[in-house]
């Protein structure tokens, strides 16, 4: 078996040698394309190997071990196309070991390479054998799907410029915490593989004086990589600035000299972004129909007043702004905030609406998917506003001083009377006016070394590394909006207390009461660490008072952790052992991250 995968591996890369020298003949991407298909032959030996083992006695555990982690490293060298240009697949191949729905309620069961690894680490269970063996023989269903694509398909060359740059962004918020080989925490040698797979196809592009420095950039980054292979002592915050920001820069330099046409299409990430802690790097209008530059002076000032009028409430008494407070970072402080027909609380806490236009989907059971839908679920709740928008319009309508603001928010309005769709419009571009990326920690990243504290940046370390918290709440957004192409948000269910003696779980079923889908009890959105600071208490219940007690909670494992039953808990229960050192930077760090109100006149 030996002697037939290494006949076979030399067959492959015979090939790929030949089609290789050859490649100043035919276009670029035909090249690429060419390459991709190799390297998917390469994984496909690899993974039969592992098969072939599986079916076999005498390979032990580590043996199988071995083999799965060079599987891996086959992946990752074609990750960036397969990810960017057959997402559906790259899903099944490499995609969380927890059952996802779509936005159609489309559900998808576990597969691929991270449920694999749970078979085979820490240990191998012979028992599992038959899930292995049918985990490896799906690998293989993608992998056809995926070659007839890249057989069939020819790539442009902005294609491949943007899948390359979303590459190395999903290095640095993903690959580098170990979100994808939670078990094996070989973060550094497969992000290693990732930057080489990107040098591969970067060298049958220009090889003029910018693909040679992006080239020595993404050496520099490997090599850095390979010599710091520890993941919880790994420096994140170095290696960003220092490494990685330089290929993701290089890319976008050496796509502007070639003079590579993009096609622009809207996402939340804007392709011209060079870093992801550029200023501009995120476009607040990405969830919306509206064009990006709408975000008008006359719009938002109209947003403002209507969000502190209380015209929308039943009593005329409740705005937007009694709850979500300017001074109190658009939150109000309490465990939870009062229904306006009774002094009975509300369901759920009141969250922050600074960064809320940098999510797609909205509420902590995700249950609207824009800005203009959540406001009219506010005022139209019957526990929240209780209002109604028409009424509202009626008051409006007879106010001179509201006439102006309109007129001059929509110059272009032609109806009779003032429209719904002007008014949530107009408080929803005040929200994406909220957008504030501004914080110390930002400066840091963007080069002034000056702003944060040596505990703060150990802080942010322990965050993207031991502590986990970013394979939740992912890096620069610190929400649960996937990158790098930011399309859906993510929920997780931790068992969260019911209050704080921790002796029962909380009973909010979450977006189980959205979609009836078992494993979707308790399920929440996850939020945006960003201005945590300022925004206690935390929680969809309000149930911790200070950021401590909320690291505690994970650092325990959750509701698991506090022996709650928690059936579908995507939170490893395994306990992370901070010590109380590492729990301060933690917090320190978090600070760091609040937002600069004053650079907004709010």
């Known amino acids: 078996?030996?002697?037939?995968?290494?006949?076979?591996?030399?067959?492959?890369?015979?090939?790929?040698?030949?089609?290789?020298?050859?490649?100043?003949?035919?276009?670029?991407?035909?090249?690429?394309s060419k390459y991709i298909l190799c390297q998917l032959d390469t994984f496909v030996v690899a993974k039969n190997h592992l098969l072939n083992a599986v079916n076999q006695t005498r390979y032990g555990e580590k043996e199988l071990q071995h083999l799965f982690l060079q599987l891996r490293l086959s992946y990752k060298k074609s990750e960036w196309a397969?990810?960017?240009?057959?997402?559906?697949?790259?899903?099944?191949?490499?995609?969380?070991?927890?059952?996802?729905?779509?936005?159609?309620?489309?559900?998808?069961?576990?597969?691929g390479l991270q449920v694999i690894e749970s078979m085979l680490f820490p240990h191998y269970d012979s028992s599992k054998k038959p899930a292995l063996k049918e985990q490896l023989l799906a690998l293989q269903w993608q992998i056809d799907k995926i070659k007839l694509y890249f057989e069939n398909i020819d790539l442009l060359d902005w294609q491949v410029f943007d899948a390359l740059k979303l590459e190395v962004f999903r290095v640095e918020a993903l690959g580098i915490t170990g979100f994808d080989n939670p078990l094996t925490l070989r973060s550094m040698q497969e992000s290693a593989t990732s930057l080489l797979g990107i040098e591969y196809a970067i060298s049958f592009l220009d090889q003029g004086e910018y693909t040679k420095s992006l080239s020595a950039a993404i050496d520099s980054s490997v090599s850095y990589l390979l010599h710091h292979t520890d993941f919880n002592s790994f420096d994140r915050a170095e290696f960003i600035r220092s490494y990685l920001d330089n290929v993701s820069v290089g890319i976008t330099?050496?796509?502007?000299?070639?003079?590579?046409?993009?096609?622009?299409?809207k996402r939340l990430l804007n392709q011209d972004a060079s870093t992801l802690s550029d200023t501009d790097a995120f476009d607040a209008f990405?969830?919306?129909?509206?064009?990006?530059?709408s975000l008008t002076t006359p719009r938002t000032i109209l947003g403002k007043r209507l969000f502190g009028d209380p015209f929308f409430s039943e009593n005329g008494k409740r705005s937007c702004q009694s709850c979500h407070r300017p001074k109190q970072s658009f939150t109000d402080g309490l465990v939870k905030n009062f229904s306006i027909k009774s002094h009975e609380l509300l369901a759920r806490n009141t969250p922050t609406l600074?960064?809320?236009?940098?999510?797609?989907?909205?509420?902590?059971?995700?249950?609207?998917?824009?800005?203009?839908?959540?406001?009219?679920?506010?005022?139209?709740?019957?526990?929240?506003?209780?209002?109604?928008?028409?009424?509202?319009?009626?008051?409006?309508?007879?106010?001179?001083s509201y006439q102006q603001l309109f007129l001059r928010a929509f110059p272009k309005h032609t109806l009779p009377a003032i429209d719904s769709s002007e008014v949530l419009m107009a408080l929803s571009d005040y929200i994406r006016s909220l957008v504030m990326l501004n914080s110390r920690f930002d400066e840091y990243m963007r080069g002034n070394s000056h702003t944060?504290?040596?505990?703060?940046?150990?802080?942010?370390?322990?965050?993207?590394?031991?502590?986990?918290c970013a394979t939740c709440h992912y890096f620069p957004l610190f929400n649960g909006t996937f990158p790098p192409t930011y399309t859906r948000s993510e929920a997780e269910v931790i068992g969260v207390p019911l209050d704080g003696h921790e002796k029962k779980a909380d009973t909010d079923m979450g977006m189980y009461k959205i979609i009836k889908l078992d494993f979707l009890q308790r399920a929440f959105k996850t939020p945006t660490v960003r201005n945590a600071g300022?925004?206690?208490?935390?929680?969809?219940?309000?149930?911790?008072?200070?950021?401590?007690e909320v690291i505690d909670f994970y650092d325990k494992g959750g509701g698991r952790g506090l022996d709650f039953i928690v059936p579908d808990q995507t939170l490893p229960a395994s306990q992370l052992r901070l010590s109380n050192k590492e729990k301060a930077a933690l917090i320190a760090f978090i600070k760091s991250l609040d937002s600069k109100l004053s650079a907004k006149k709010n």
């Open 1 to 32: 078996m030996k002697k037939f995968a290494i006949i076979t591996a030399a067959i492959i890369i015979s090939a790929c040698f030949n089609w290789s020298c050859d490649r100043k003949r035919q276009p670029a991407t035909t090249t690429i």
């Open 82 to 111: 397969i990810e960017y240009f057959t997402p559906l697949n790259a899903q099944l191949m490499n995609g969380a070991p927890v059952p996802e729905v779509d936005k159609s309620r489309i559900v998808s069961e576990p597969a």
């Open 253 to 265: 330099q050496l796509e502007k000299k070639l003079h590579i046409h993009e096609v622009v299409y």
């Open 286 to 293: 990405a969830y919306t129909l509206e064009i990006p530059d």
């Open 354 to 400: 600074i960064n809320a236009a940098l999510q797609p989907s909205l509420f902590y059971d995700e249950r609207v998917a824009t800005l203009e839908e959540q406001a009219n679920d506010v005022i139209h709740n019957t526990h929240e506003m209780n209002g109604s928008i028409a009424c509202a319009i009626n008051k409006l309508q007879h106010n001179k």
């Open 452 to 468: 944060l504290t040596q505990e703060e940046v150990e802080g942010f370390n322990l965050f993207m590394g031991k502590a986990k």
């Open 534 to 548: 300022t925004t206690a208490p935390y929680m969809h219940n309000g149930v911790f008072a200070s950021l401590k």
